[in-house]
């Protein structure tokens, strides 16, 4: 069974302290992992796709990397309007319905 | 464009009543997409769409039923409300295979 599991389930950081969250997956062919941000009473709002492992991409202060079990999401020199639920999901194979398989996602507080 | 539009924002209902979900997209997206949020749950697949006139069944379908008569609208119906469908329901879309996802803004519904 297609599976996304998200570490830790809520963190607590110093502005300016980098961390890592962490999503791994369990699904029988990948067709993307894909990385979102979701604040408090708002739907979630894209941040990155990777396609394969090896992958990496940046925006400000985020880098989200992948492997073929797991996926990163860097965070350095946090700020505290970073602090939101950080959502994974991936699309598995096959493709043609697009589904996308949610992690239950990692809460993250900045504190200044 | 507005992207993704989610009405009413919130709503109460009684047991056993019913109501629309509506969802509207202008992006011309082909697929479209109906999750629930439950807390501590992630988002959990109800229905979707591939296109206009098609419709197939997500995660967690029962108790809910919906149309896609344009490309356009992706309305979520509830028939006789039940408490355990109090939840946060979000629609999404996107343009076709590979891409991201965009999400509105969610419904919180409340049955009592």
């Known amino acids: 069974e297609d599976q996304v599991t998200q570490s830790p389930e809520a963190l607590r950081l110093q502005e300016g302290e980098s961390s890592s969250l962490n999503c791994s997956y369990t699904?029988?062919?990948?067709?993307?992992l894909f990385w979102y941000r979701q604040d408090p009473g708002k739907g979630p709002e894209f941040l990155f796709t990777l396609y394969s492992a090896g992958e990496e991409k940046e925006k400000e202060r985020l880098k989200a990397t992948l492997t073929k079990k797991e996926s990163f999401l860097h965070i350095t020199a946090p700020k505290p309007e970073d602090s939101a639920t950080y959502l994974c999901?991936?699309?598995?194979?096959?493709?043609?319905?697009?589904?996308?398989?949610f992690g239950t996602g990692t809460r993250l507080q900045v504190f200044p | 464009n507005a992207g993704v539009t989610q009405t009413p924002k919130f709503r109460i209902l009684k047991i056993g009543q019913s109501m629309t979900l509506q969802c509207t997209q202008d992006?011309?997206?082909?697929?479209m997409y109906w999750y629930r949020q439950d807390p501590g749950m992630g988002l959990k697949l109800i229905y979707y769409s591939v296109g206009a006139g098609i419709t197939d069944k997500g995660e967690v379908p029962n108790g809910y039923n919906v149309s896609r008569s344009t490309t356009e609208d992706f309305p979520l119906r509830l028939e006789l409300a039940a408490p355990s469908q109090t939840s946060v329901y979000f629609c999404a879309s996107l343009k076709g295979s590979g891409t991201e996802a965009f999400f509105g803004q969610g419904t919180r519904l409340t049955v009592v």
């Open positions: 699904v029988s062919g990948l067709r993307g």
């Open positions: 992006m011309n997206h082909n697929y």
């Open positions: 999901a991936v699309r598995p194979v096959p493709y043609n319905t697009d589904k996308l398989i």
